[in-house]
């Protein structure tokens, strides 16, 4: 088999075979197909596209390129969800303690998770702003924490799936990274590779998502869950706004104070109402419970408090100081900050989103290249958004950093993210779409 004729293949837009497939990506991790080759296919895949089978087949190639986690020790339902990504998206450090304690030793959390880059926050640089969280557990170490506690949360494996380490870096430098196909196994072949039998994928869309579009984003919804649902998995996917930022804090230890918030039930309304939809959808995914009765353990972990205990348990269990969970206020902190006002009378009429995931990275709460520091204090906290009334003069956003020229380009971005408007704006939907192996739902 040669690989110079699979090019031709694809770039003729016939479909390749089982074997063509796995001849590539196993060729290529192991480094005896060159980078201008694979550069040439993966040009092919976007300027042609996959059906559905060969996506399907990619992924399970990716997803076998390295360690895949056995979780046929745990002794129930395993569950994980995946975010693409968003501003202010703290989802996964709610739902994980809710789904512990909504059906304890029945449904468990094994999650792997990654860390940000860019416009959009990682949750593994979140969880590290609790003193002494541990995200490198062993195999052995996160499988015995999920066991005994219900849920722990750890960053991505070094040899997990490394085919698409390698796929992904080519995408970004030769304009292959906006194809349904290659986003969509790049994803479930990390998902899959993690183990869990049960996956809630929240696709975001929006000025701060990589889907702008709602029939883009619906179009790669639909590509993960067939890719899902044809491995054996159940798999659903919510297609919700980005944009707007998700609650009112952007930054990495403002962001856990916010979550505990949410475990209280005093978060943000609009995060309220995600981390219940998630969390309900998901252990309803496990087949024990209907749709009303998983959303009535939701509300009541929350209300009871056996979200957040579960929280601490999971945070203690991995070596964090629980003390911050009780006092936020000895969360990492910020020597600085900044008040940005409104420039007249009105309302919110269009956030950038986008642009305020970078301003908070540029305040240093995030990475603009791989090898920046996170600095756990910084980031943003929006006291307007989407569709708010404001005064002239009245406060809309607090910006925090630890250096002052930071804190100087970071209000600068947030700044021009604003937009206001005499009017109101209209309301927009927080959940556009639900897609599952039955087909789409329109909100």
């Given at each position: ?98 789904l512990a304690a909504m059906d304890p030793s029945h449904t468990f959390v094994a999650k792997m998770t990654g860390r940000g880059l860019g416009h959009t926050g990682g949750t593994v ?280 020229e930071k804190l100087a380009i970071g209000t600068k971005r947030l700044t021009s993210a604003y937009t206001y408007s005499s009017e109101r704006p209209a309301a927009e939907p927080l ?13």
């Amino acid at each position: 088999m040669r690989m110079y004729d699979i090019i031709e293949k694809k770039r003729d837009g016939r479909e390749l075979t089982d074997a063509e497939i796995g001849f590539f990506v196993d060729g290529y991790t192991a480094g005896r197909i060159p980078d201008y080759q694979a550069s040439a296919l993966l040009m092919a895949i976007y300027l042609q596209g996959m059906t559905p089978e060969e996506t399907r087949l990619l992924t399970m190639h990716m997803m076998n390129s390295g360690d895949v986690v056995d979780l046929s020790d745990i002794p129930g339902a395993t569950v994980d969800k995946h975010s693409t990504g968003g501003v202010g998206d703290k989802t996964s450090l709610a739902v994980v303690p809710m789904l512990a304690a909504m059906d304890p030793s029945h449904t468990f959390v094994a999650k792997m998770t990654g860390r940000g880059l860019g416009h959009t926050g990682g949750t593994v640089d979140k969880l590290e702003s609790i003193p002494g969280f541990n995200t490198a557990l062993s195999q052995d170490a996160f499988i015995d924490c999920v066991r005994e506690h219900g849920a722990a949360i750890i960053g991505q494996t070094g040899n997990l799936v490394p085919a698409d380490k390698l796929i992904y870096a080519l995408r970004d430098v030769t304009a292959t990274v906006s194809s349904i196909p290659l986003i969509a196994s790049s994803i479930m072949s990390k998902k899959l590779a993690a183990g869990s039998s049960c996956i809630l994928l929240d696709v975001k869309v929006g000025s701060g998502a990589f889907m702008k579009t709602v029939p883009e984003a619906v179009e790669l919804a639909q590509a993960m869950v067939a890719i899902g649902e044809g491995m054996g998995r159940r798999v659903k996917a919510l297609v919700t706004n980005m944009d707007r930022p998700l609650g009112h804090a952007i930054g990495n230890a403002l962001e856990v104070a916010e979550v505990i918030d949410a475990l209280h039930g005093r978060g943000p309304a609009d995060l309220q109402h995600e981390v219940i939809l998630i969390a309900s959808d998901l252990l309803e995914l496990t087949g024990r419970f209907t749709h009303e009765e998983a959303k009535a353990r939701a509300e009541r972990v929350i209300a009871d408090g056996s979200a957040f205990n579960a929280f601490k348990e999971i945070v203690a269990a991995q070596g964090g100081d629980t003390r911050v969970l009780d006092d936020p206020t000895l969360l990492p902190g910020a020597a600085l900050s900044r008040t940005l006002t409104a420039p007249q009378d009105g309302f919110v009429a269009h956030i950038d989103t986008e642009a305020v995931g970078i301003a908070s990275a540029e305040l240093g709460a995030g990475r603009l290249t791989k090898e920046d520091d996170i600095d756990h204090g910084a980031g943003i906290t929006l006291l307007k958004n989407y569709g708010d009334e404001v005064i002239a003069g009245e406060p809309v956003a607090i910006l925090y950093a630890n250096d002052p020229e930071k804190l100087a380009i970071g209000t600068k971005r947030l700044t021009s993210a604003y937009t206001y408007s005499s009017e109101r704006p209209a309301a927009e939907p927080l959940l556009y779409a639900t897609v599952t192996r039955d087909g789409i739902v329109y909100a």
